[in-house]
């Protein structure tokens, strides 16, 4: 009895933040260890379907950069990266597509829908979901030249999200699972960062919420211990700094980005822990780093 008397507790906790979230948007971007290791993903497929049927908008933004490596490794086509992004020629963009669309995004979208959940699989090519263009990187700067601009090759950037697609799925209690792949103007086909593409998802819809799932406990300081909450000048003063470096860049960029087009709070928060999700939403203390507004 007493056992059920706390599970009873556990539930009554909830209780306010299901009252302030209802019928809000979350937009989660899924990747890291939770992506591979099949009890988390378990899990996080569990918690994706609750949040739907307790009444909240989950929309899933994923990744796939291993899964996309070990088939290039496969086919024998060297992978490249510069400044953290993929070289994406014309035989690489091929993979990562049908990688990506075609065999992670309709994984996830499988899970769930067994699980009694109603997903629906996108990429940035569906309803014009996601237009790209061509971004080049410049790397280096020296006294005496300029930085070398270097082409990536059809790796992009976000120009326009086409929100009324999602819109209308959140609508219809369909949770959307979105591949990272954009398309241009001219019909180009661009691989984009996922953390750029759930950044600029969750500014376009004014989420309640952006959550990153990492391979970390958050945000680190300088001393290696978890910032638990940060503003925006703070995350770009630690970019600056040269305290965050690698992967957790974008992630706070795209955070600061979303904050600053509408979204209440951003989360980076360590995806190897089971439920990560439910326990920054639903309880008090939460999980990882929150990052809010000015």
Request: with cysteine; glycine share 12%; aromatic share 6%.
């Amino acid at each position: 009895m007493e056992e059920l008397i706390k599970r009873a507790e556990v539930l009554i906790e909830s209780l306010p933040y299901l009252r302030a979230f209802y019928q809000k948007t979350f937009v989660i971007k899924y990747g890291g260890h939770a992506m591979v290791d099949e009890t988390l993903k378990k899990n996080f497929i569990l918690d994706m379907v609750l949040l739907k049927y307790v009444g909240l908008n989950p929309v899933i933004v994923h990744g796939g950069g291993p899964q996309i490596g070990e088939f290039l490794e496969k086919m024998h086509i060297p992978s490249r990266f510069v400044g953290g992004l993929r070289v994406t020629d014309d035989a690489t963009m091929d993979i990562v597509q049908m990688v990506l669309v075609g065999k992670v995004n309709k994984e996830i979208v499988n899970l769930i829908n067994q699980v009694g959940g109603k997903a629906i699989g996108l990429s940035g090519k569906d309803g014009c979901l996601i237009e790209a263009k061509k971004i080049n990187f410049q790397e280096g700067e020296l006294a005496d030249k300029p930085p070398e601009i270097i082409d990536l090759g059809h790796v992009g950037q976000v120009v326009k999200i086409n929100k009324e697609v999602l819109e209308l799925l959140n609508n219809k209690q369909f949770i959307p699972v979105i591949a990272p792949v954009g398309m241009g103007q001219g019909g180009e086909t661009f691989n984009i960062n996922a953390d750029w593409v759930a950044g600029e998802i969750a500014g376009a819809l004014k989420a309640k919420k952006l959550i990153f799932l990492t391979d970390v406990r958050g945000v680190l300081d300088k001393h290696h211990n978890l910032i638990s909450s940060m503003r925006v000048e703070d995350g770009e003063s630690l970019i600056r700094n040269k305290t965050v470096t690698g992967g957790m860049i974008p992630k706070i960029q795209a955070a600061i980005k979303a904050i600053k087009s509408g979204v209440e709070k951003a989360h980076i928060i360590d995806g190897r822990i089971p439920h990560a999700i439910l326990l920054e939403l639903f309880t008090s203390r939460g999980i990882g780093t929150e990052i809010i507004g000015e």
